[in-house]
């Protein structure tokens, strides 16, 4: 499996050969199939996971390092998990849970076109911004940098400037605008 | 909010499986166990992309079942306290309004309205309506988009319910969408 590998691409699920150099430092670890010796687990109580603020952007060790997606290529994602139900081969049950976030996304979705949503991913600084707040800014239609710093609380920190956010909004803006349908 | 994660799972197959078949069935059970089900961690497992390993099965000496332990990527929907997001109106009556994002379901309690929102019983369909001095009326009925902050979670067996509110800058519902 390639490491780098964009969802969204058709050819996601064919075989590459693995990039152990290419490899990002900051992917989250793939769990092992060896398991360690079977251990009581003591039962989960509510505790810090289910209290955890997205106000900081710091959204534990399950999802700090865990790739987050916005709409729009949730959207491209399940549209090509659709197509390919019937192919593989094996059944799978109706998933009412997949045709209510289908339904969702394909509603809220800003973008159609994914080499659109690649591009506004690599004009988006990630030293500078957390992965969330991307996430945030490509779900949400913001229009100024007061609505962003009043929506997205985690922006209030000092590498972040007015600048910087007024910057990658209009960048957006005009991904939005001048992108011909898919 | 959806992320991509690597997930682990333990598949237990009773020996009526233990076929030619053998590899379609462990994934046709996790497919069975998995999809569509909330884990407590990782929110609603929407899907499973795809599979990375397969382990060895792994007879057990007592039940006779084999334990395959199998890795797979899934696309998985969790929310967390504070975020932005934006939801669908299903239901409106004097207590507020609940409404959906995706399979989650959100609760918005008539008191975390802003307070020029009345409920009018008489519109149908029933809705919240604001009206301003310049005539510009604004509603909240079934169907609308609003984009609500969740301020609370609980994640139950089967469905994950949030509370939100409106009552804040920017929020509020969303015509153009």
Known sequence: MNGNADPMDEDYNDDVELDVEGMDQEMEDIPSIYLPPRQLIPPRTASDIDNIDAGTAQLGPEFDKAKCLMIAEVKVILDREKREVGKAGVERPHNEVLEKTLAYCTRFSAFTNPHTIRNLKRSIDPSKWYPFEVALLGNLTIESVEEARALIQSLDRTTMDDNEILNTLNELQNLRKYTAPA | ?177
């Open chain 2, 1 to 177: 909010m959806f992320f991509l994660k690597h997930l682990h799972r333990t598949i237990r197959l009773p020996p009526q499986y233990f076929g030619p078949q053998l590899r379609t069935a462990v994934l046709r059970k996790l497919y069975e166990e998995v999809e569509g089900r909330i884990d407590g961690q990782y929110g609603y497992i929407i899907s499973v992309l795809n599979i990375v390993e397969v382990g060895s099965g792994v007879l057990q000496p007592m039940t006779g079942l084999a334990e395959f332990n199998v890795v797979y990527q899934a696309l998985v929907m969790k929310v967390f306290k504070n975020m932005v997001v934006d939801v669908v109106v299903t239901v409106v009556n004097t207590l507020g309004f609940w409404a959906d994002l995706g399979p989650l379901t959100m609760f918005v309690a008539a008191a975390l309205l802003p307070s020029y929102y009345k409920f009018d019983p008489a519109a149908s369909p029933a809705a919240y309506v604001n009206e301003e001095d310049n005539g510009h009326e604004q509603r909240i009925e079934k169907g609308m988009a609003v984009r609500a902050r969740i301020i609370g979670i609980r994640t139950d067996a089967t469905e994950i319910f949030a509370v939100g509110t409106i009552k804040e800058d920017y929020l509020g519902p969303q015509p153009g969408v």
